[in-house]
C-alpha cells in the first residue's frame, strides 16, 4: 500500500469520468500536486462511469466533424452513413423538452456550449472514440442511418473510458489513491475556505491539507436509505446499475460541514429497463451495461396484470429510456415483461437480448407465452393475451388505413395504433408492428436505477458551490458529474451524463488550479497555521515527485511536493 500524501494543491474526490476529467484539468491549468481519492477498492475503479455504454452527447457538424477523432470508420464506410448535424439548438430543445423546462439555462448554456470542445479534449487525452454504429443506427436499405441526436461513443464503453482517463492521469502526474473516502471537509476560521479533507484511507484516519477540493462522488443511487427517503416509496427496492459506492455520503457531508446548498431535482433520477435476473444492489463489472434491456420500441411491455403502461413509440430509445425504468418500478411487483415476434426479434441488439445475457421466454403461440410467463410471475395470462391482439387489431386497422407508411427505425415513422376505425386507449405512436408472427419471445425485466438528479448548488461563473447560509461561494470548493444538481429534471437526453462529467470537471478543474496556484479566482485559501486541522494518521511532509512531465516539475516548491508514491495505476 502507498502511503497517503498529507497535503497536496488540489484535491479531487471520486474516481470516475468527472474525476478523472477535473484532476487532468486540474493539472494541465497549473496545479503542481493533484490528488485523486476514491472510496472503492482498486478492482471496483471507475464508479459508474465503468458500467456505461461509452456514449456522449455533443453538439456537431455531421459526419465530417466527427471523422477525425473516431477510430471505426474508413473511407468506404463513411460513404454509406448518414448522419446529421446535430447543433447548439438541436440540443437545447432536446434538454428543454425533456427535462421539463426546468433545467437551469445557465449550467445548461455551459454543459452544449461545452460539449464538443470536451470530447475534443478528451480525444487529446487518447480516449478512443467510435462512431455509435451498433447502438445508434440503423442499416436501412444499405445505409447506417443516425438517430436520437447522439452519434459517438468510447471504445470498449465505460471500460475503455476509465482506462484511458486513467492512462491519460498517470501522464498528467495526477496520484490516486483507492479505499480513501472523504469523510469530512474543513474550513479555516479565518476565510472560511476549504483547507483540508479528513479520509479513511485502507480503514485508517487520515488528514489532506489542501488549497481547493473538487468533489465528484457520484449521487445517492446506492443507498436504499436515501433512495427511499428523497425519491419515495419503494425506491429502496429498486436494482443498483452501477457502482454501489455512490451512496450519497458526501453530499451529506458537504451540506454538513460547509452548508452546501441543494439543487436539482431531489426526487428525480434516471432510471431504464433492467435484466430482473440481474444482481439487486450492484452492477456486474462483466456483464456491465448489457443488462440494460431498451428493445422496447420494437414490440410492448406488459405488467404482470397483463395490461401495457406506457407508449412504447412515443419517442426515441434516447428520449425514454431513463423515465421507462420508474414507470416499471410503479407496476404491480416492480418487474413486466418485453414482448416481440419474429418481425421485430432479429432487430434486438445482441449486446443487450444475446442468450448469454438474457434469460428468455419463448412460445410458439401467444397462449403458450402466456402459460411460460406464469412461471415467473405474470399473474393474469388471459388478459397477457387479450391485451397484445387488441394491440395487433389496432395496428392491423392503422396499416389498412395507411398502406403507404413504411415501418423505419431510423425515423419517427408514425406507425400507430390509433386510426379512424380503431385505436387503443394507451397508444403506441410508432413504430407499432402487430405482434403476430410466433414464435414469439418475451424477457422479464425491471426497473435499475441509473443515477439520482439532486445534487449541490454551484456558481456557474466561478464552478464553486454556493453555501445556503450566505448564498455566496464556499471558497475552495468545487463540484462535478453527478453531484451537481440542476441540470436534469424528471429525465436526460440520453448520453449528456458523461458529456457534463468533462465539461464541468474540465472548469472546475481549471478553477481550483487557479486558486491553488494564486493566480487569481476565490479568496486565496489560509496557510496550514490557520488551519482548524490536527494532523492524523499517514503521511509525512516531504519526498519525491514521480511521474510528472518534465515541463510541469519545473517551478514546484519544495511545499508543493508530495510525499508519497502513487499507487499503480
Ligand atoms: C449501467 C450504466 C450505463 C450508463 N451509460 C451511460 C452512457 O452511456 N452515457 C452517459 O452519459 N451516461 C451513462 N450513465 C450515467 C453515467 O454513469 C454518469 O452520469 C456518470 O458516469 C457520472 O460520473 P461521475 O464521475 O459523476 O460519477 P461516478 O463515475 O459514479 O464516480 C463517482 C466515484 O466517487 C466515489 N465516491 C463516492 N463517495 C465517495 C467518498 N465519500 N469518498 C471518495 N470517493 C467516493 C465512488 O466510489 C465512485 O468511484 C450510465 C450509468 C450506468 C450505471
Not at 405488467?303 to 403502461?309: D, E, P
Not at 442468450?355 to 395470462?381: F, H
Request: hydrophobic content about 35%; some cysteine; overall charge neutral.
Amino acid at each position: 500500500m502507498s502511503e497517503l500524501p498529507s497535503r497536496c494543491d488540489v484535491l479531487v474526490v471520486g474516481g470516475g469520468n468527472a474525476g478523472f476529467s477535473s484532476a487532468i484539468a486540474a493539472r494541465e491549468a497549473g496545479a503542481q500536486h493533484v490528488v485523486l481519492i476514491d472510496k472503492c477498492p482498486e478492482d471496483w475503479a471507475g464508479g459508474n462511469s465503468f458500467f456505461t455504454a461509452g456514449a456522449m452527447r455533443t453538439v456537431h457538424n455531421g459526419l465530417q466533424d466527427l471523422l477525425p477523432i473516431v477510430n471505426n470508420v474508413d473511407a468506404e464506410l463513411a460513404k454509406k452513413i448518414d448522419l446529421d448535424p446535430y447543433t447548439y439548438a438541436d440540443f437545447r430543445k432536446d434538454m428543454d423538452r425533456v427535462c421539463l423546462g426546468r433545467s437551469d439555462p445557465e449550467l445548461s448554456k455551459i454543459l452544449l456550449d461545452g460539449s464538443r470542445d470536451a470530447v475534443q479534449w478528451l480525444a487529446d487525452h487518447g480516449v478512443r472514440f467510435q462512431l455509435s454504429l451498433n447502438r445508434q443506427a440503423f442499416l436501412i436499405n444499405g445505409r447506417h442511418k443516425f438517430w436520437g441526436g447522439l452519434a459517438i461513443k468510447t471504445e470498449d464503453g465505460g471500460k475503455g473510458l476509465i482506462d484511458d482517463e486513467r492512462r491519460a492521469a498517470k501522464k498528467a502526474g495526477v496520484e490516486v489513491y483507492f479505499s480513501t473516502s472523504a469523510t469530512k471537509l474543513h474550513r479555516g476560521p479565518k476565510t472560511g475556505a476549504i483547507n483540508a479533507v479528513s479520509v479513511d484511507h485502507h480503514s485508517k484516519p487520515a488528514t489532506i491539507e489542501t488549497k481547493a477540493v473538487i468533489l465528484a462522488a457520484g449521487g445517492f443511487e446506492a443507498n436504499p436509505r436515501m433512495r427511499a427517503q428523497y425519491l419515495g416509496e419503494g425506491w429502496d427496492l429498486a436494482y443498483v446499475r452501477g457502482t454501489p459506492y455512490n451512496t450519497g455520503d458526501l453530499l451529506d457531508i458537504a451540506m454538513r460541514d460547509c452548508s452546501a446548498k441543494q439543487a436539482g431535482h431531489w426526487s428525480g433520477c434516471h432510471c431504464t429497463c433492467w435484466d430482473a435476473n440481474a444482481p439487486t444492489d450492484s452492477g456486474n463489472r462483466e456483464v456491465s451495461n448489457e443488462f440494460t434491456k431498451s428493445g422496447y420500441p420494437l414490440g410492448v411491455m406488459i405488467n404482470t396484470h397483463g395490461n401495457r403502461f406506457v407508449d412504447e413509440g412515443i419517442d426515441y430509445r434516447n428520449y425514454t429510456y431513463a423515465i421507462f425504468g420508474r414507470a416499471i418500478l410503479q407496476q404491480p411487483n416492480g418487474s413486466v415483461f418485453q414482448v416481440w415476434d419474429q418481425k421485430t426479434i432479429p432487430w434486438l441488439r445482441s449486446e443487450e437480448y444475446r442468450d448469454e445475457v438474457v434469460t428468455k421466454i419463448y412460445g410458439s403461440t401467444l397462449e403458450e407465452l402466456a402459460a411460460k410467463c406464469m412461471e415467473v410471475g405474470l399473474q393474469n395470462p388471459e388478459k397477457f393475451v387479450q391485451t397484445v391482439k387488441d394491440f395487433n387489431r389496432a395496428a392491423h386497422a392503422f396499416r389498412k388505413e395507411n398502406p403507404d407508411k413504411e415501418w423505419n427505425l431510423a425515423v419517427k415513422d408514425g406507425l400507430s395504433t390509433q386510426s379512424s376505425s380503431d385505436s387503443l386507449s394507451l397508444p403506441k405512436t410508432n413504430w407499432a408492428l402487430p405482434i403476430d408472427e410466433g414464435p414469439f419471445l418475451a424477457v422479464k425485466v425491471t426497473g435499475g436505477i441509473t443515477f439520482t438528479f439532486g445534487g449541490l448548488a454551484t456558481n456557474p461563473k466561478s464552478s464553486a458551490v454556493i453555501s445556503s447560509t450566505t448564498n455566496q461561494d464556499v471558497p475552495g470548493l468545487f463540484v462535478s458529474g453527478e453531484m451537481l444538481g440542476g441540470l436534469f429534471y424528471g429525465n436526460y437526453p440520453g448520453g449528456s451524463g458523461l458529456t457534463s462529467g468533462t465539461v464541468f470537471g474540465r472548469r472546475a478543474g481549471a478553477a481550483a488550479a487557479k486558486l491553488a496556484t494564486g493566480s487569481g479566482g476565490q479568496l486565496q485559501p489560509e496557510s496550514g497555521s490557520g488551519s482548524d486541522v490536527q494532523q492524523q494518521g499517514s503521511g509525512s511532509g516531504h519526498g519525491q515527485v514521480s511521474g510528472m512531465k518534465e515541463g510541469m516539475k519545473e517551478g514546484m516548491t519544495e511545499g508543493m511536493a508530495r510525499v508519497a508514491k502513487p499507487s499503480k495505476l
